[in-house]
């Protein structure tokens, strides 16, 4: 049992791993649109002081090719991590469920009593709760309540 919940617990920790540079992707993502707003903004710049059209004609495909590749290479990563986050969703749903299920057997097994009961109890000791949804809001209350104190 330990084995199978220190992997389990392995798994959580990759997903938090792919939250991570999913939350870099989306900050890349704005990067991204900000640099193309700069090459449109020094695309007009450039576009007015020259009075060239074939200058400005290759400014307009260099711009082009650019917002096109950095669109492409964005919806690539995204939807990568659209796939990762969703199997690691299905993998931390599953997980939760397994320890349930663990929980109910334990208590039947040794005759603990009321499964929920348990659960309570050990969250109100340890301050950790098994539901990962709430143990994640949790602790962001305890992060903005810490960085209120400061």
């Not at 939250?19 to 450039?46: F, G, P, S, W």
């Not at 002081?49 to 964005?74: C, M, V």
């Not at 929920?116 to 962001?140: A, C, M, N, R, S």
């Amino acid at each position: 049992m330990h084995k199978e919940l220190s992997k389990q617990s392995k798994v959580i920790d990759e997903a938090e791993k792919y939250q991570k540079e999913r939350d870099k992707i989306l900050a890349d993502n704005k990067e991204l649109h900000n640099t193309i707003k700069n090459l449109e903004h020094e695309y007009k710049l450039r576009s007015n002081n020259l009075d060239f059209n074939s200058r400005k004609r290759e400014l307009e495909e260099e711009f082009e090719e650019k917002s096109i590749d950095l669109e492409y290479k964005y919806k690539g990563k995204f939807k990568k991590l659209e796939k990762e986050n969703n199997c690691l969703c299905k993998i931390i749903d599953k997980f939760y469920e397994t320890v349930n299920k663990f929980i109910v057997w334990i208590c039947h097994k040794f005759g603990i009593g009321e499964s929920k009961e348990l659960v309570k109890t050990f969250q109100e000791e340890t301050q950790i709760f098994i539901d990962p949804v709430k143990q994640l809001k949790h602790e962001e209350r305890e992060m903005e309540y810490n960085e209120l104190e400061l």
